[in-house]
């Protein structure tokens, strides 16, 4: 059973702060997502990488970066929080396109 | 570009009744389609894709071309059911996935 680790559950932060999420991914695939999810507005792609040390935007990348240093992990990071950014944060990973297996989320409130 | 369109935000019915969750989608080349759903206090999954022809749970999908829909169905509600649903669209061969606004179903008893 593929499992996709959301290293927190819910994380409370300040404007202007440094934010690390951090996902891993147990069954070797090669392509890891960052999703953001708000109500009304869906799923929405900020970054995703299809091998180690690649990366490639997605639709809302402004305001983060990420990196995947090794398969298994794929951080998102913000570099300087913003209230515009609170949300749940949805990582996932995948073998070939379609079936995308989710992690738990990460719930973030700047405040 | 890609996009997905679910016209719905929140949609109730009764038990046993039918149910219909509308998806749209605009793409000019051809499209791979998926539904996924998220029941409460649980994570996203993947509920049917359009080239499995599956049935899953009881529900069903067409791809419509003509029309550029996918609308997710099910003769008969069940409780169970109440989730948000997501609709998806990929182009063959990409990586990723644009999803729509999501519906979110609610069975009343």
């Known amino acids: 059973d593929v499992k996709v680790t959301q290293s927190s559950r819910y994380l409370v932060k300040r404007t202007g702060e440094k934010v690390f999420l951090e996902c891993v991914q147990d069954?070797?695939?090669?392509?890891m997502f960052w999703y953001r999810q708000d109500p009304g507005l869906g799923l929405r792609l900020i970054y995703f990488?299809?091998?180690?040390?690649?990366?490639e935007k997605g639709d809302i990348p402004e305001g983060y970066s990420v990196s995947r240093e090794k398969k298994e992990r794929f951080s998102l990071i913000l570099e300087s929080a913003s209230t515009n950014q609170t949300s749940m944060y949805l990582c996932?990973?995948?073998?070939?396109?379609?079936?995308?297996?989710f992690g738990e989320g990460s719930r973030l409130t700047v405040l | 570009a890609q996009r997905v369109t679910q016209p719905e935000k929140l949609l109730s019915v009764f038990k046993g009744a039918p149910v219909e969750l509308k998806c749209n989608y605009s793409?000019?080349?051809?499209?791979?389609l998926f539904w996924y759903v998220q029941y409460s206090r649980q994570r996203l999954q993947l509920l049917l894709r359009?080239?499995s022809r599956e049935s899953i749970k009881g529900f069903t999908a067409d791809l419509n071309k003509g029309e550029t829909s996918f609308h997710l169905k099910k003769p008969f509600a069940q409780e169970e059911d109440s989730a948000m649903y997501y609709c998806a669209l990929s182009s063959v061969g990409a990586q990723k996935l644009v999803f729509g606004q999501g519906t979110r179903l609610t069975i009343n008893p």
């Open positions: 990488s299809y091998d180690v040390k690649m990366k």
């Open positions: 359009h080239i």
């Open positions: 793409y000019s080349g051809s499209p791979e």
């Open positions: 069954m070797d695939h090669e392509n």
């Open positions: 996932a990973s995948s073998l070939w396109t379609g079936e995308l297996f």
